[in-house]
């Protein structure tokens, strides 16, 4: 039933918005500020097709149906030939520079990873730090040690030598810092009774976020039975609210609970890297595939102009020989993006049409950022890989994805491109409290009819939606992030490269409010043009800008509120530092 509100509420939602988008550019644009309701009119565009493409992705939940975990590896292939053996499962641990005790306790919990038949697990320390002290480690927990001479394709490059010294037929993705539960193989594995499954992807989940108290428990501290009373009734309205909780908008229910989740019916739930595992026969076969369309294309350039089809066939075969000695097999494509870069892969495979689930339950926690400019470095690293991928190698108009599958990879990188319509969302209020200019032709009463509507109607669609789901923070959160996108977007446009960095396990010491400037900008400029705009009207007796005035005063504080957990996030210091979680922490459903 919640699923059908929804669905019904946002349809309603996008037919208002649809009608208001042509208001907007029909009726509404002010002819003597065309330079102003242009863009405006243009980001509120682009914004509704944001919408459209968030709602395909929120459309329905269709879980992958969980099975039994397999005896032997022959339930788990194509192949009847195959010997029913034991199945053998590698679990990576891939390092860096990461403390060794953390690499220890991480270590420890994938030794207590369990199944309820035999099986052949084997850990291994990737490490591309090189450091003895990182293979005493290993050698003291009685698990494999891999390292190399250099650190080519980073993680990539990690995980394909990896690949090349070890056999299981799957492998467990982990970060240093993955704590694996017990029951992390007999939840996970039963999905590749499926041939056709190239990974399973669990939620990433963490253990050191403040959990904050709730509004209930808040409210009676300061006002009593009363109090009480009144936050339980907000939460039966809107959902659970926590005070305090995640300062970095960390908490990933929104991503892996709707947003993931709910790609599992167009087979479009991509990789995310740790706590995910891998079919080993998928990965190879789109590696090879992958090479042998590179080695070709590469023949291609230097052949293709001979016109005497002998000589270009001896050509031909000669080139072919040097272009294999040449090209790299890279199972994990060598970029600061490498797990949707090979879900990309996978997934627009024209043979086997690989399949990936979204596993609903968490299986492992992780350590998050505990500091902001952490934060910034992961989120940086996020926006522009996924944004080079987008810019420079697009698979929405190439390859053999089916429609939905395009639909959803559109919706990830569309997602990021909307720093260019969020800046001109930010300086629009500042721009008409500043000068009185405004970009709409009134704002009458036929605004308030056109947009009223559908502001209401889609707020209250993904509030149905996304129940339970702090959804104010995400919204928060992907205005605020405006400067973060926007520097990746600029950077990946000038041609440079997203460098790969290693998102550091310990908090960074020191005062990080240099790194909200523009954070503060926008909360500064607005609040002040919001005292000038009153002064404007209530002293100067512009008494006519007072509808313009109302309008722009509540958009300009919902961008301050927006901006408020950055800066907050910047001046947070944690109670005491969190290294060790609690093992036999239950799995929950994300």
């Not at 002010?30 to 395909?56: H, K, Q, R, V």
């Not at 976020?209 to 209930?216: A, C, F, K, N």
């Not at 039975?225 to 960390?250: K, M, Q, S, T, Y």
């Not at 995310?272 to 042998?292: I, P, T």
Request: with cysteine; hydrophobic share 45%.
């Amino acid at each position: 039933m919640i699923e059908l509100a929804w669905q019904f509420l946002v349809v309603i939602a996008l037919v208002l918005g649809a009608n208001y988008i042509r208001w907007r550019w029909v009726e509404s644009l002010n002819y003597d500020a065309l330079w102003f309701a242009i863009p405006l009119a243009s980001a509120e565009t682009l914004a509704y097709i944001g919408l459209i493409l968030f709602t395909i992705n929120l459309w329905k939940t269709r879980d992958v149906p969980q099975q039994a975990p397999p005896r032997l590896i022959n339930e788990c292939v194509e192949d009847p030939g195959v010997g029913g053996r034991p199945i053998k499962v590698d679990i990576f641990l891939t390092t860096y520079n990461e403390e060794e005790e953390l690499v220890r306790l991480s270590i420890r919990d994938a030794k207590r990873v369990s199944y309820p038949h035999p099986i052949n697990i084997c850990i291994h320390v990737l490490d591309d730090g090189r450091r003895p002290s990182m293979q005493q480690v290993a050698m003291q927990e009685g698990v494999g040690y891999i390292t190399r001479s250099n650190n080519v394709g980073f993680k990539a490059g990690n995980l394909r030598n990896a690949m090349e010294q070890t056999s299981g037929d799957f492998m467990v993705i982990c970060d240093a810092d993955t704590r694996l539960f017990s029951t992390f193989l007999e939840h996970t594995l039963g999905y590749f009774r499926d041939p056709d499954v190239a990974w399973v992807q669990t939620p990433q989940w963490f253990y050191d976020l403040p959990e904050g108290v709730t509004l209930p428990v808040r409210l009676r501290k300061r006002y009593g039975c009363i109090g009480a009373w009144a936050g339980r009734a907000v939460e039966h309205l809107i959902g659970p609210v926590r005070i305090g909780a995640d300062p970095f908008v960390n908490d990933p229910q929104m991503f892996y609970d709707v947003i993931q989740r709910r790609r599992n019916w167009a087979n479009a739930a991509f990789c995310c890297g740790a706590g995910s595992v891998h079919r080993r026969e998928a990965v190879m076969q789109a590696a090879l595939r992958s090479f042998g369309l590179a080695v070709e294309h590469e023949v291609g350039k230097y052949t293709r102009q001979i016109p005497d089809a002998a000589l270009r066939e001896d050509f031909s075969d000669a080139m072919r020989t040097q272009m294999v000695l040449e090209q790299e097999l890279t199972p994990y494509k060598f970029h600061v993006s490498e797990d949707i870069y090979t879900s990309i892969v996978l997934h627009n495979d024209a043979e086997r049409r690989w399949k990936s689930v979204l596993h609903p339950q968490v299986e492992s926690k992780m350590l998050s950022p505990q500091d902001l400019l952490t934060w910034m470095i992961q989120r940086f690293k996020y926006a522009g890989g996924t944004l080079d991928i987008a810019l420079r190698d697009n698979p929405l108009f190439r390859g053999y994805m089916r429609p939905a599958q395009r639909a959803m990879y559109l919706t990830t990188f569309w997602s990021y491109l909307g720093c260019l319509w969020n800046v001109v969302f930010l300086a629009a209020p500042i721009i008409y409290l500043f000068t009185g200019i405004a970009p709409l032709s009134s704002y009458s009463g036929a605004f308030y009819w056109h947009a009223l509507p559908f502001i209401i109607l889609t707020e209250l669609a993904f509030m149905v939606g996304t129940w339970g789901v702090r959804s104010w923070d995400g919204k928060a959160s992907y205005l605020s992030f405006f400067s973060i996108n926007f520097r990746a977007l600029w950077t990946v446009l000038r041609g440079k490269k997203i460098k790969f960095h290693v998102t550091p396990k310990e908090r960074q010491e020191g005062n990080f409010l240099n790194l909200v400037i523009p954070q503060l900008t926008v909360i500064v400029l607005t609040l002040a043009g919001l005292l000038y705009g009153a002064w404007r009207v209530y002293v100067q007796g512009a008494q006519d800008e007072l509808p313009n005035l109302i309008v722009n005063v509540v958009w300009g504080l919902n961008n301050v509120f927006a901006m408020l957990p950055m800066v907050r996030a910047a001046l947070w210091k944690p109670e005491e530092d969190v290294l060790v979680a609690p093992h036999g922490s239950q799995a929950q459903t994300a």
